[in-house]
């Protein structure tokens, strides 16, 4: 007997990797639905594939701008240039994508429906003109712009990460809502491609919540003296307001009203699940609480999975691959009558903050989360500016830090903040998946070699065991 799975957002991440997992089984009928334009899925097409291109345009400007061994002036960024290269290769990537699932489509039990998709009732699906009723929906819708609540918001104009992508003008000042991932990617970005005078609104003392203090507090260092952007920390939006040469923001900070003005507003305030029009209602799922299980099945239907950003669990590339996996593997687990298994990950971010100059990583625990689930811990911190290689590089600022069992030597965890924190870590994802004793760990360093900050957190956790 065939099984029927339905996948609605078949171009996206987590859609085609159910699709992937599932297209060769035998004995399932797929039903790949997306009505995306051009059809890429949004990390390919608006997130962090055209945002990297970005960065590292004005990545190569401000490490100009900030070595004195350089002469002739500043280089400017040509963003026409940056933004026709970038739409090139989104573009042919995004077509990789929709080549895989149109060749998947050819497959005499996979039909791709190039429209939208809405529930009639629990089991059946209106799909352009055509109702089909699925043993099994995969909901892969993605996630789409949050806009905060904040009055007057929808008198002016703004911009989102999408616009700014696309931009190939800036003004000459703006205001930044949002201090998160897309925030501490696009700040810097618009100082030194779009040199801009940028006011930053954070509501707490520091961004980056799932870091350690310290790591919050350098990127305000960081973005301060070496991007010079106006950073209001403890701060809260009351008001925005139109002028004749853009916009006014009320604040309410810890030392009364504060006014900020700037010639263009900016929200990188976080993404929402792009659910609405599905017509969940009509399955009868209530979207109140922790709707979604670990084993990505809807709490009120079994037989509905949601994956990726849809479901607002860790709206992060790789955890929505890894989801789409999870529901694919417990749809043929339910089918062949075998337990489901629940979809758990250690905590494994990276944020292009600085330009990508000075990304920030985290993977595994933190001191407190590491206490929290019953450790002794050890801790070793370094500066980048202990190993000379940083200075040499001329990138001397960020630091790191070794989360380790007392007890027994296993490597719990790792933050960077620092020059190719983003390579270290899968060193670290390695050394903290594989539960590594940090004694057993080699200690040897290609000197001159960046990973040399590595070996430094290895011999200090290691010392302060044997205390």
């Known amino acids: 007997m065939s099984i029927h799975v339905a996948i609605i957002g078949a171009y996206g991440s987590a ?47 401000y490490q100009v701008r900030h070595d004195d061994r350089l002469t002739d002036g500043i280089p400017e960024v040509d963003l026409g240039v940056t933004v026709a290269e970038k739409d090139d290769r989104t573009l042919g990537w995004a077509k990789h994508r929709r080549n895989q699932i149109h060749e998947w489509a050819e497959h005499d039990d996979v039909e791709f429906y190039d429209e939208s998709a ?33 009055a007057g918001i929808e008198e002016v104009n703004y911009m989102t990460s999408s616009d700014v992508l696309d931009a190939n003008e800036f003004s000459d000042s703006g205001i930044v809502l949002g201090f998160g991932y897309v925030g501490l ?71 009364g009203q504060k006014t900020v003005t700037g010639d263009e507003l900016f929200c990188f305030t976080g993404r929402q699940a792009n659910i609405k029009h599905l017509g969940l209602e009509a399955a009868n799922i209530d979207l109140d609480g922790a709707w979604v299980k670990q084993t990505m099945q809807a709490r009120d239907n079994d037989s509905i999975y949601v994956v990726g950003d849809a479901n607002e669990h860790e709206p992060i590339l790789h955890v929505a691959k890894e989801q789409g996996q999870t529901a694919a593997k417990n749809i043929l687990n339910d089918v062949h009558g075998e337990p489901l298994e629940p979809y758990t990950n250690i905590h494994h971010h990276i944020v ?5 100059i000075y990304p920030f990583a985290r993977v595994g625990d933190t001191p407190t989360t590491a206490k929290a689930a ?32 007392r007890t027994d030597g296993t490597i719990l965890g790792y933050q960077g903040l620092h020059y190719h924190a983003d390579t270290m870590a899968k060193t670290a994802q390695v050394l903290v998946e594989l539960g590594l004793d940090v004694r057993e760990v080699p200690d040897r360093a290609y000197h001159p070699t960046l990973p040399e900050l590595l070996d430094g957190l290895f ?9």
């Open 15 to 61: 859609g085609s990797a159910v699709a992937s997992e599932l297209v060769d089984e035998p004995n399932i009928e797929l039903s790949l639905i997306d009505d995306g334009d051009p059809g890429g899925g949004l990390c390919i097409l608006q997130g962090c594939m055209p945002s990297k291109e970005l960065l590292s345009a004005a990545a190569h400007r």
């Open 118 to 150: 809405r529930f009639v009732d629990d089991r059946t699906l209106s799909v352009g003109g055509k109702t089909i009723d699925p043993d099994y929906i995969v909901v892969a819708t993605g996630s789409q712009v949050n806009i905060p609540d904040i």
């Open 185 to 255: 990617e696009m700040a810097p970005y618009l100082v030194e491609a779009g040199d801009m005078d940028i006011t930053v609104v954070e509501h707490d003392d520091r961004p980056l919540d799932e870091a350690d203090p310290e790591f919050g507090d350098e990127i305000l260092e960081i973005y301060r003296e070496d991007f010079d952007i106006d950073i209001i920390t403890n701060a809260q939006e009351e008001r925005i307001n139109k002028t004749e040469t853009g916009v006014e923001l009320l604040l309410s900070t810890p030392d």
């Open 352 to 356: 292009f903050s600085g330009l990508g």
């Open 374 to 405: 019953g450790h002794d811990v050890v801790v070793a911190t370094r500066q980048a500016s202990d190993d000379g290689i940083f200075k040499s590089k001329n990138v001397p600022k960020g630091l790191a830090r070794l989360v380790v069992d």
């Open 459 to 467: 011999r200090e956790a290691a010392t302060k065991m044997s205390e």
